[in-house]
């Protein structure tokens, strides 16, 4: 026996006895608790994206303290040893990197490397971190200052520290 539409519209129960299932009806009221729930969710992700950003500063404070200062101690060749080593502070002042080394731990010693302005909005706030590395396999540790997604060349001449120039940086690309 073949079932036609006018018998589905007539009869509201399968050939097996179970009642047809009535998709729900799509109201105003309906649609409207959508869309609250909608804003509700993207204003709920607006909150939260302003409370991770204050925390991440936050937690940049106690890691690297209001002016973001970062500390290292290696063995790069400037009157130390390994009993002594050389210790290096980056800071942050107000977008200036500036880095103190100090050979030795003789603090009557110290040098001052000047790194680049840091341009934009809240780059007061941005740490600034060192990494020790023989860059151009030459035996003496160079110094590479992290600045967000980027790294900054300091080779390592006799323990100075000077600014990797455009053809030893060449140089390095290809070695890698």
């Known amino acids: 026996m073949a079932v036609t539409s006018k018998d589905l519209r007539n009869n509201t129960r399968l050939s097996s006895g179970r009642p047809l299932p009535v998709p729900p009806r799509v109201g105003v009221n309906s649609m409207m608790y959508l869309i609250t729930g909608l804003l509700a969710l993207l204003a709920l992700y607006a909150v939260m994206g302003n409370v991770v950003g204050w925390g991440r500063e936050r937690l940049d404070d106690l890691r690297y303290g209001t002016t973001r200062t970062f500390h290292a101690q290696a063995v790069v060749g400037s009157d130390d040893s390994p ?93 890698q």
């Open 83 to 175: 009993v002594t080593p050389s210790h290096f502070v980056a800071m942050n002042l107000n977008r200036q990197v500036v880095i103190f080394h100090i050979p030795g731990g003789d603090s009557a010693k110290t040098r001052v490397i000047t790194g680049p302005y840091l341009f934009g909005a809240g780059e007061d706030k941005t740490p600034v971190l060192l990494d020790f590395v023989d860059l151009n396999n030459d035996g003496a540790l160079d110094m590479r200052v992290m600045i967000k997604n980027e790294a900054i060349v300091y080779l390592n001449r006799g323990g100075n520290f000077e600014p990797i120039s455009a053809e030893e940086y060449v140089q390095l690309m290809l070695k």
